[in-house]
């Protein structure tokens, strides 16, 4: 059973009534008339008519996909399992399959996909079947996965471009860039790559070096399909990349368009912060991840220079505290909003995410950065500095190795075992600060080195920020990858160096070490993986060795 490939925005759809149709044939044939017209409606509503008069599945089906094109995901589930009781085909796990991934279930639909392929007798669409089975893989993670099914899909089914998106989005969700260049290069150069493609190929330059490229092909998309919510997000990130400071935030202000923006899509009664407007007491709202808040919020005061101290602050509850502490001339509280994403109150006049923040003040590079400005608990501040001195009277050296979201980033991660040369020096203690479980960690980690490293086994570093915020800053120097612990470093004023992709938050595109431009005593080191990445350890050596003033011992670095 053939499966529709996407779905149709509401704005599109005819809006027609199955009484629209006259009645000159039978309900199945006036259903067909609907649906090709678009009236999906009306066409959910006659084909269930032919189906309770004629008992064919076929009825059924279509009836399902016209549900599906509405969006009505519910109504079409309902269905399927109506029609999955009283047959075994597959062209039902298929839609049942397609409508759990749209709905966020995508496990579910890969335990649905992948027995059809071993059962035998009854045809089905094969490449539709992939095609699920890979959209569900790449919502789970799980790339390698959905690139082995992927290059069996293909050589399958050379010319289905469904397939060949999935696979490029797992390679480049794994940044295996040159992969991507070897499949799409050559049709591009022979024009015979689609839209969705030609964007997947300016994301696989957008994580190489070259970034003028990227946008080269974002803009060739934008010529013949302006005004794309997700190509607009991705060349937001390569202009910032390029230095391009301006134009990259003005996209970057535009990322509430594209519905798979990560962060919830909150909804409000008042108008959004603008310059020049009456904005009253205005709402500065907390959007994507701890370190995303942090590093937005560094631009709070000269946010409040413009506005005033007029501002309610919706945060995420981890921080109310420290922010309180912190913003103290205005309020703080944990952001809550209901399942319909409107604020239960609005005890505003105006709103801003604080992801905007960048584009409203309209900064140069050199007046984003700033050092300490997250005031600590000084009882645990005294706790923590005094636990250390008696730990050791060297230099601390906290250090981080991954994040604990591992899919799509393992590349830029390492193990304990990696930072052997910096772990057993005799200069120096380090300290763990892996906010997450780390006993899988431990377990594959040379003993020499977990005696060596000085583990807080008893302060919460996930959820317990106040003290996390208190043991990073009796830290000396901290190193990390590109996580939330980068940025709490900076925060507190610890130097710091991180180490990631090519971060469009450095606004920059140099390759090589650089300071980031939003913190003080902050370095960036661009890695493609940790693997090709040797010299990123001696870089790192180096900068603690200037950092704490204790000269490099002959032979560590």
Not at 456 to 470: K, T, V, Y
Not at 473 to 486: E, H, L, N, R, Y
């Amino acid at each position: 059973m053939n499966i529709h490939r996407k779905l149709n925005g509401h704005s599109k759809k005819a809006k027609h009534k199955a009484s629209d149709f006259k009645p000159a044939s039978d309900a199945r044939s006036l259903a067909y008339a609907a649906k090709d017209k678009h009236a999906y409606e009306a066409a959910a509503q006659l084909f269930g008519q032919s189906y309770a008069q004629t008992d064919d599945l076929n009825d059924r089906g279509e009836e399902i996909k016209a549900y599906i094109q509405l969006g009505l995901l519910s109504t079409a589930e309902f269905k399927i399992k109506q029609a999955r009781e009283l047959t075994s085909a597959s062209g039902f796990a298929l839609l049942d399959a397609y409508v759990k991934v749209h709905q966020g279930k995508n496990q579910k639909a890969v335990d649905i996909i992948l027995p059809l392929f071993s059962e035998t007798g009854e045809a089905f669409d094969y490449a539709q079947a992939f095609f699920v089975l890979m959209t569900a893989l790449n919502g789970l993670g799980d790339y390698e996965r959905s690139i082995k099914h992927g290059k069996f899909a293909i050589a399958q089914f050379p010319e289905d471009d469904r397939i060949w998106l999935r696979y490029c989005e797992a390679l480049n969700a794994l940044r295996k860039s040159e992969e991507v260049f070897e499949v799409l290069e050559p049709r591009f150069e022979q024009g015979n790559l689609s839209d969705a493609l030609i964007a997947q190929l300016a994301l696989a330059h957008s994580f190489s070096d070259d970034q003028q490229r990227a946008l080269e092909l974002y803009n060739a998309y934008d010529e013949k399909r302006p005004g794309n919510p997700l190509i607009n997000w991705n060349r937001s990130l390569t202009l910032l990349r390029l230095g391009k400071i301006e134009e990259g935030w003005k996209q970057y202000f535009k990322r509430w368009e594209w519905a798979g923006f990560p962060s919830p899509h909150r909804k409000f009664n008042k108008p959004l912060w603008a310059h020049g407007a009456e904005n009253g007491r205005v709402l500065l709202w907390t959007e994507q991840g701890i370190g995303d808040e942090l590093r937005f919020l560094s631009l709070l005061d000269k946010f409040a220079e413009v506005h005033g101290n007029n501002i309610v602050l919706e945060v995420q509850p981890k921080f109310i505290e420290s922010y309180k502490r912190t913003f103290s001339n205005i309020e703080v509280r944990p952001a809550f909003f209901l399942e319909s994403m409107y604020s239960p109150r609005e005890d505003f006049d105006s709103h801003l995410p604080i992801g905007s923040l960048p584009h409203i003040l309209n900064l140069p590079r050199d007046a984003f950065k700033r050092g300490a400005y997250i005031k600590t608990d000084p009882l645990r501040d005294f706790f923590w500095k005094d636990k250390m001195v008696r730990y050791s009277e060297k230099p601390k050296i906290g250090l981080a190795w991954r994040s604990k979201v591992m899919e799509g980033r393992s590349q830029w991660y390492t193990d304990i075992n990696y930072w052997r040369d910096l772990i057993l020096r005799d200069d120096i203690s380090v300290i763990s600060l892996q906010y997450d479980d780390i006993s899988k960690d431990l377990a594959v980690a040379d003993p020499e080195l977990v005696d060596r490293l000085y583990i807080p086994e008893f302060l919460d570093q996930m959820d317990d920020l106040e003290g996390a915020f208190s043991l990073i800053k009796a830290m000396d120097f901290v190193i990390t990858p590109g996580t939330s612990v980068a940025v709490m470093a900076s925060a507190v004023g610890v130097p710091t160096l991180s180490y990631g992709p090519l971060s469009p938050m450095s606004l920059t595109s140099t390759p090589h070490m650089h300071e980031f431009p939003w913190h003080e005593n902050h370095w960036y080191v661009p890695i493609t993986t940790v693997t090709n990445s040797s010299e990123m350890l001696h870089q790192s050596l180096h900068v603690i060795d200037q950092s704490t003033k204790k000269p490099t011992e002959e032979g560590k670095s």
